[in-house]
């Protein structure tokens, strides 16, 4: 089993930043990749960005640029700085983590954490 748990969400104005963390532990030798996801009320759950066991990152096309997802392996803990925030930013975050090598489907998740960008 693996356990994750997030921290640094809030509230800030637009422009601002934020730092979200996520402290890994349990079984961690199977898991393949990490990952944050968000998701806001009347739209679909989706994958903001990941980090691979070697190294390989992912973002998707609204963040690319402003987040970046980075990993201390010593602290067995995964970040995203999340900068230039904007309104449509606002949702909820979650952290997970897949086993799976061909795509990001989380098997394990975090408990989530709220962001909230005001204009």
């Known amino acids: 089993q693996v356990q994750l748990v997030e921290s640094g969400g809030g509230s800030v104005q637009a422009g601002g930043s934020l730092r979200l963390s996520c402290v890994v532990s349990?079984?961690?030798?199977?898991?393949?990749?990490m990952g944050w996801l968000r998701h806001a009320p009347g739209k679909e759950r989706e994958l903001v960005a990941a980090?691979?066991?070697?190294?390989?990152?992912y973002y998707v096309d609204s963040v690319k640029g402003r987040f970046t997802i980075s990993r201390d392996n010593a602290k067995n803990t995964v970040y995203l700085q999340m900068n230039s925030l904007k309104p449509e930013d606002t949702a909820m975050y979650y952290c997970a983590a897949t086993e799976n090598e061909a795509t990001f489907e989380p098997d394990y998740w975090g408990q989530g954490t709220q962001v909230t960008v005001s204009s």
């Open positions: 980090i691979s066991s070697g190294g390989s990152t």
């Open positions: 349990g079984s961690i030798f199977s898991i393949h990749a």
